[in-house]
C-alpha cells in the first residue's frame, strides 16, 4: 500500500514562496502519475497540477500557471510542488495523490486518484 507523506506547508506573506514535498513509502513512485490538489474550507477540492510517470506530460489548473511548477525525482520516491508569488487565494489544505497506471494515461482528476497524503496547509497572509 503506498503512502505519500507532504511536508513544506505553512504560513507564508502574499508574494512569497513555498515549496511541498510529498515524499511516498510502501511502493515506487515511477509507476504512478503524481497530482497536487488542494481544498480550501467550503469549497471542492481542485486539481492544482499533475505529471506523468516519465515527467513528459504536465497539467497546471488556470489559477495556478506561471506560478507554481511541478516535478519530481524517481530516485528519491519524492514529488515537489514550487510555489511562487502566492495570492490569499492560495490558502488551503494541499494534498499529494498517486495513480497507479499505465504510461499513456495522465489525467487530474480528484476521482481518478488512488492514495492521498493527509495533507499540508498553506496559508498566505499579511
Known amino acids: 500500500q503506498l503512502q505519500l507523506v507532504e511536508s513544506g506547508g505553512g504560513l507564508v506573506q502574499p508574494g512569497g514562496s513555498l515549496r511541498l514535498s510529498c515524499e511516498a513509502s510502501?511502493?515506487?513512485?515511477?509507476?504512478?502519475?503524481i497530482g497536487w490538489f488542494r481544498q480550501a474550507p467550503g469549497k471542492e477540492r481542485e486539481g492544482v497540477s499533475c505529471i506523468s510517470r516519465g515527467s513528459n506530460r504536465i497539467y497546471y489548473g488556470d489559477n495556478v500557471k506561471g506560478r507554481f511548477t511541478i516535478s519530481r525525482d524517481n530516485a528519491k520516491n519524492t514529488a515537489y510542488l514550487e510555489m511562487t508569488s502566492l495570492k490569499p487565494e492560495d490558502n488551503a489544505t494541499y494534498y499529494c495523490?498517486?495513480?497507479?497506471?499505465?504510461?499513456?494515461?495522465?489525467?487530474?482528476?480528484?476521482?481518478?486518484?488512488?492514495?492521498w497524503g493527509q495533507g499540508t496547509q498553506v496559508t498566505v497572509s499579511s
Open positions: 510502501g511502493g515506487t513512485l515511477v509507476y504512478y502519475t
Open positions: 495523490a498517486a495513480h497507479l497506471g499505465p504510461t499513456y494515461e495522465f489525467m487530474c482528476d480528484v476521482g481518478r486518484y488512488d492514495s
